[in-house]
Nanobody, 118 residues
Framework: QVQLVESGGGWVQPGGSLRLSCAAS????????MAWYRQGPGKQRELVAT??????DYGDSVKGRFTISRDNAKNMVYLQMTSLNPEDTAVFSC?????????????WGQGAQVTVSS
């Protein structure tokens, strides 16, 4: 059974940092593209960061502040967040996706709340 479990969320003051972790199990996630999405209050879900192979890409609102990384040996994906501001308050979700034989396999974690406030 494929599972993604996020951890590391919480409350942080503006300007602070947090690191989210996503533990993946049930598959060889080294072949998956991994991503972090977020959904703030009253907002649509948006892509925060994605990584596939050696490449990474970021949403415009987090470029230069957030860094996505992965440890394939441990089936872990991380999101290091710095210079956080209240607009970053959201539920952050880990996503894994793989196209194989013209079929998309996509999995989601349950989400981790990040609250940025003073």
């Amino acid at each position: 059974q494929v599972q993604l479990v996020e951890s590391g969320g919480g409350w942080v003051q503006p300007g602070g940092s947090l690191r989210l972790s996503c533990a993946a199990s049930g598959a060889d996630f080294s072949i998956f593209a991994m991503a972090w999405y977020r959904q703030g209050p009253g907002k649509q879900r948006e892509l925060v960061a994605t990584t596939s192979g050696d490449s990474a890409d970021y949403g415009d609102s987090v470029k230069g502040r957030f860094t996505i990384s992965r440890d394939n040996a441990k089936n872990m994906v991380y999101l290091q967040m710095t210079s956080l501001n209240p607009e970053d308050t959201a539920v952050f979700s880990c996503n894994a996706r793989l196209w194989r034989f013209a079929k998309l396999y996509a999995y989601w974690g349950q989400g981790a709340q990040v609250t940025v406030s003073s």
